[in-house]
């Protein structure tokens, strides 16, 4: 028999229980280190880092947790937390986060893959709360109140990220569907 979530989060607030826990991290560590690849775009060693930050955050603040929405997008915010300190800390102590370099040289052999180089780049294109607008949802799924409680951003911010980097990326991969 499969335990939900929320059974697991009683047993850590009540009991203190960390197999309990241990198997929270397991259902969702794989999402948390996905969606932080993605906003340090793809610093395996930073977001590895602050994937074990959230879960730690996550386990000393479990009492915390109300319950209102999923237990990713709650995850998900603390994570999201953790990248906009990190992003801040190096900007004020050595610049921006480096970005995944693409072989632009390199031959591809099918055009799904130059679709998706093209897309790479594309994205790289847009501001940084429009590509994690995007990719919590299309990516990771989520409606547009649960990126709102992650992000913190008003619901209409939301949706202007959304619509602003769709629009942006219409633009941008315009030579994939010239009738658009």
Known sequence: ?????????????Q???????????Q?????VRRFLRHLTRNNVPLSDELA???FLQ????????????????WLFGIAHNHFRNARRRLRENAGELSAETVDESAPSPTRTVALRQDLRAALQQLDPDEQTALHLFYQQGLTH?????????????VKTH???????????LHAWNPQS
């Open 1 to 13: 028999m499969i335990i939900s979530d929320s059974e697991l989060i009683t047993r850590v607030a």
């Open 15 to 25: 009991n203190d229980d960390r197999a309990a826990f241990g198997e929270l991290v």
């Open 27 to 31: 259902r969702h560590q794989s999402a």
């Open 52 to 54: 074990q930050d959230t």
């Open 58 to 73: 996550a386990y000393r603040g479990l009492a915390g947790y109300r319950g209102d929405g999923r237990f990713t997008t």
């Open 145 to 157: 109140p649960e990126i709102a409680a992650i992000t913190g951003w008003p619901l209409g911010t």
């Open 162 to 172: 959304l619509a602003r980097g769709k629009d942006r990326l219409r633009q941008l």
